[in-house]
C-alpha cells in the first residue's frame, strides 16, 4: 500500500502534468506552422496558377500538412486507433507521391490493408 502512495508522488504528477502542457504546446506550434504552410501554399498556387503544372509538388507539400495535422492529432490524443491513422495517411502519403516500382507500391497498399484489419479486428471498441 505504502509503495503505491510513493508512485503518485507529488513529483510524478507535476511531472506527468508538465509534460501533458509541454506536449500541447508543442502541439499548437505544429499546427500554427501546419496552417501557416497551408496558407502559403494556397497563395502560392493562386498568385501562379502556372506552379500547378508541378501537381506532384503541390501534392507533396498538401500530403506533408496533412500528415502532420494527423501526427499532431496523435500526440494530444493517442488512442491506438489515432496512431494507425497516423501510420495510414504516411503510407498512403508515400504511395501517391513516389512513382517507384509497382512491388514499393503493392507493399504499401498491403501495409494499410494490415492497419486496416488491425484497426477492425484488433482495437476493442472503447478505444476507437
Excluded at 9 to 34: N, P, Q, W
Excluded at 91 to 116: K, M, Q, Y
Aim: hydrophobic share 50%; net charge neutral.
Amino acid at each position: 500500500m505504502n509503495q503505491h502512495h510513493h508512485h503518485n508522488s507529488k513529483l510524478d504528477i507535476i511531472i506527468r502534468r508538465s509534460l501533458h502542457i509541454l506536449e500541447r504546446i508543442i502541439a499548437v506550434i505544429i499546427l500554427g506552422f501546419l496552417v501557416g504552410s497551408l496558407i502559403l501554399e494556397v497563395i502560392h498556387v493562386w498568385g501562379d496558377p502556372t506552379s500547378l503544372k508541378d501537381v506532384t509538388h503541390f501534392l507533396h507539400n498538401i500530403l506533408t500538412i496533412v500528415v502532420g495535422l494527423e501526427f499532431v492529432r496523435m500526440m494530444i490524443d493517442t488512442t491506438p486507433a489515432n496512431i494507425l491513422e497516423v501510420l495510414t495517411v504516411a503510407i498512403t502519403r508515400h504511395v501517391v507521391l513516389s512513382h517507384e516500382d509497382p512491388w514499393s507500391n503493392l507493399a504499401c497498399i498491403a501495409c494499410i490493408a494490415g492497419l486496416f484489419a488491425i484497426r477492425r479486428y484488433l482495437i476493442r471498441r472503447s478505444e476507437l
